[in-house]
């Protein structure tokens, strides 16, 4: 079956470095991943959507980069600020069984920016 | 602009109770779903809907139903509560089904069940 890994360890860094998260996925290369923020006691937020077709997006701070071969998706924040400090979840589709929507979210990494 | 309301954001049930999560969005989104974060587990699915009367099972869909009678609402239903579903629990909506279109989270509703 599909399943995304994220590393489960919290990753501390200092402020104004660039931190960089990762997600593996098995068994297949999807069309989408998404990348999502949670915040202690709320839901998360999407942020960002990459295409396989696509090696690379960027949206101000944040870039997302989609490898097939290596089935995974790295998730870098630039100039990162104790405001950046949070959970990180990707999320894919796996295999299309007609009439199925099933989404799967990795564990998420807890990114802690430190002043 | 309220997005994906869930309510209510707490509650404590004995073994054996029953309950139902509330969700609700005003975005008009064909693609709603429910999942359950735990310790560990991040979030699995429990059911989905794509639209008005269509339901379909998740991952982890034993001990919980669901119903979709109008577009905006997509309730979950604990039938007879275990300690297993202590958790928290997130409702989501998109605009459609396919993972080119971004998840709309609620706030969550945290459920101790004793």
């Known amino acids: 079956s599909q399943k995304i890994e994220q590393n489960s360890e919290a990753l501390n860094i200092q402020e104004g470095k660039t931190a960089t998260l990762t997600c593996n996925y098995t068994?297949?290369?999807?069309?989408?991943l998404q990348w999502y923020r949670q915040d202690p006691g709320r839901g998360p937020v999407f942020l960002l959507l990459i295409r396989e077709n696509e090696k690379e997006k960027r949206k101000e701070r944040l870039k997302v980069t989609f490898d097939t071969t290596l089935k995974q998706s790295l998730f870098h924040i630039t100039a990162s600020q104790p405001a950046d400090s949070a959970t990180y979840l990707c999320a894919l589709e796996p295999p299309y069984t007609s009439g199925t929507y099933k989404y799967i979210f990795g564990t998420g990494t807890r990114l802690k920016v430190l002043a | 602009n309220a997005g994906v309301t869930q309510t209510p954001k707490f509650q404590v049930l004995k073994t054996g109770q029953s309950m139902t999560l509330q969700c609700a969005q005003d975005m008009n989104h064909e693609y709603m779903s429910w999942y359950r974060q735990d310790p560990g587990m991040g979030l699995r699915l429990i059911h989905y809907?794509?639209?008005?009367?269509?339901?379909d099972q998740g991952e982890v869909p034993n001990g919980y139903n669901v119903s979709r009678s109008t577009t905006e609402d997509f309730p979950l239903r604990l039938l007879s509560a275990a300690p297993s579903q202590t958790s928290v629990y997130f409702c989501?909506?998109?605009?459609?089904?396919?993972?080119?279109?971004?998840?709309?989270f609620g706030d969550g509703t945290r459920l101790s069940i004793l």
């Open positions: 809907s794509v639209g008005a009367g269509i339901t």
């Open positions: 068994n297949y290369s999807p069309a989408y």
């Open positions: 989501a909506s998109s605009r459609t089904p396919t993972t080119n279109q971004p998840q709309h």
